[in-house]
């Protein structure tokens, strides 16, 4: 198997920081979020396979949808789990449900083996450095005949923006790293024998690539490698960074996320 090792995306600390700082501004912001978890709940309810009693959403954030989760099965016991304790704190205040939240790293989770019917996790593993130790942790988790549905991001997402500020600022990034296709399909693979992946390229319009990069603060997404700079971009590299960012006819800013969903289910 090809060696798939990359450096960390940023720190945990960080990761948990930045999100935790965002949770206010986070729900107002997620118009990804809600369309790529929408598609795997629609599956979820359309599938009549019996209802998941014990469910974990993984990387819940704001639990946005691990309400949405309670809500579609009242009867099932949720769990929320996230790495920030700013967003579970901001999960907690939202809460109207009967829900156990709890911060965790997703690599080493604190619950026990075989203990849920549905692990859901939406756009949570893109911020991992190597996908495979939080599969390997659903995999522990899930009882036979349990279902995972997991999204993430690959490469080639925020494309415009990467190369718009390769123009404006070469030798600096200023967008965070994804895998490719193949690694992630190898890594599923690996973890997950008997899984499906589907890929899909969606497009949101922003009024301007300003908007869009105000979009990622809100939801806590901006840039977190060590090699990003520690003091505000200069105004003049924004204004290039703009000016070389493809606009459609209208005027508006397209950013492209090239979405992946991945579903398993172990055999009983």
């Not at 704001?62 to 099932?76: D, E, H, Y």
């Not at 949720?78 to 449900?97: F, H, K, W």
């Not at 301007?208 to 939801?219: D, F, H, I, K, V």
Request: with cysteine; aromatic share 6%.
């Amino acid at each position: 198997m090809t060696d798939h090792s990359a450096p960390p995306i940023a720190q945990k600390s960080i990761i948990a920081k930045q999100f935790g700082n965002a949770s206010k501004t986070y729900e107002g912001a997620s118009r990804l979020q809600r369309q790529m978890g929408r598609a795997m709940l629609e599956a979820l309810e359309a599938d009549s396979d019996g209802e998941p009693l014990r469910i974990l959403d993984l990387g819940c954030g704001t639990g946005w949808f691990t309400r949405r989760l309670s809500q579609a099965w009242p009867a099932g016991q949720v769990t929320g789990v996230d790495l920030s304790p700013g967003m579970i704190r901001q999960a907690g205040e939202n809460d109207g449900a009967m829900i156990e939240w709890v911060i965790a790293d997703a690599e080493a989770l604190p619950l026990h083996d075989r203990s849920f019917d549905l692990v859901f996790s939406n756009l949570m593993i893109q911020w991992c450095s190597d996908p495979r130790p939080v599969l390997a942790e659903c995999k522990r988790l899930l009882r036979p005949g349990g279902r995972l549905m997991l999204s993430t991001l690959l490469d080639g997402t925020l494309r415009e923006l990467k190369q718009a500020w390769a123009i404006a600022d070469p030798g600096q990034e200023h967008v965070n790293r994804f895998e490719s296709e193949a690694a992630l399909r190898e890594q599923v693979a690996a973890e997950l024998p008997g899984a499906s992946l589907a890929i899909q390229t969606i497009t949101l319009p922003y009024a301007s690539p300003m908007a869009l990069a105000a979009e990622l603060r809100q939801l806590g997404a901006g840039f977190k490698n060590e090699t990003r700079r520690k003091t505000l971009t200069a105004p003049g590299r924004v204004r290039e960074m703009c000016r070389h960012y493809p606009s459609e006819p209208d005027g508006t800013a397209v950013a492209s996320y090239e979405a992946a969903w991945v579903h398993w289910q172990p055999a009983d």
